[in-house]
């Protein structure tokens, strides 16, 4: 008990101090003396960096780490987690194996068809693909609800899908945290999603990403970990398909989310004709 009392107070100094600080520094101004502006060059510039650096590359592969929270009956929020190791190749092929807190998945695009496995149950959909990633991923979220939250990494244009709903974001500082590298730490708003992303300064790759969707009053936070980069690097043959899951138990795509169709009510019996009157 004395030990977390002494950590309190400890915390409690602590943020007082920083409080105190924060309150002491002058607000930042532009020379007119105007406040800074919602978008500053120096946060674009480093977005524009690295979306130029991932745009560029003919083949990619990186491992995400993603943990999401999701709302808890007791109150405060389970976090959940998947590990998707990444390739891709441009324009038009991808390959995504997931594990997580939940049943494994496998999902492959070579140009032609996309296929959805699960393992553990030995089911697949395939179906016809378009002739991009950038198409592809849309075609996948919309039949089937699959999404990935590095797909913003992976399109033909990265900063051009920031761009589109950018409507804040400025540049916070350097930190020598994650992946023990020095890093950029950039703060944007896009659309109705709060993102805080760790670039590094040598490589232009993004490394660590911290998002909150505006509209959500849980105010539930997700994280993802990017790491294992290997740019321009050779593909093996094959790797963006797989024998296995061609031979498993095929399925359709369809969202789970999807209604079911409405049965159709049985056609009513045409009423009984009365019997003739006889004559006599």
């Known amino acids: 008990m004395r030990r977390e009392l002494m950590f309190a107070l400890v915390s409690v100094l602590l943020s007082a101090g920083i409080a105190a600080a924060a309150a002491a520094k002058p607000e930042k101004k532009t020379p007119e003396g105007a406040a800074p502006p919602a978008i500053e060059a ?30 808890s009956r007791l109150g405060p929020a389970l976090v959940y987690s998947t590990k998707s190791e990444v390739t891709m190749q441009r324009p038009n092929k991808l390959k995504v194996i997931t594990l997580g807190d939940g049943p494994a998945s496998e999902f492959y695009y070579d140009g032609k068809l996309m296929m959805a496995f699960e ?35 992976i399109v033909t244009d990265p900063y051009k899908d920031i761009a589109a709903g950018l409507t804040k974001a400025f540049y916070i500082g350097q930190s020598n945290v994650v992946d023990n590298m020095k890093t950029d730490m950039v703060a944007y708003t896009t659309g109705n999603v709060f993102v805080q992303v760790w670039i590094g300064v040598e490589d232009k790759l993004p490394h660590r990403f911290y998002a909150q969707y505006l509209n959500d009053k ?31 138990t095929h399925i359709g795509f369809a969202r789970p989310d999807a209604k079911p169709a409405a049965a159709k009510a ?11 009157a006889k004559t006599n």
Request: hydrophobic share 55%; proline share 7%.
């Open 119 to 153: 393992p553990a149950a030995n089911l697949v959909a395939i179906a016809d693909a378009p002739a991009t990633i950038d198409a592809t991923l849309v075609a996948a979220d919309e039949t089937a609800a699959i999404y990935y939250p590095f797909e913003d990494v």
């Open 266 to 276: 049985p056609a009513k019996a045409a009423a009984p004709k009365a019997p003739a």
């Open 42 to 71: 120096k946060a674009t510039d480093i977005l524009k960096a690295s979306s130029a650096r991932l745009a560029a590359a003919k083949t990619m592969s990186f491992t995400a780490m993603v943990s999401y929270e999701s709302p």
């Open 218 to 248: 849980a105010h539930l936070r997700h994280a993802m970990l990017l790491s294992d980069w290997k740019l321009d690097g050779a593909i093996v043959d094959g790797a963006f398909a797989s024998a296995k899951a061609a031979a498993a």
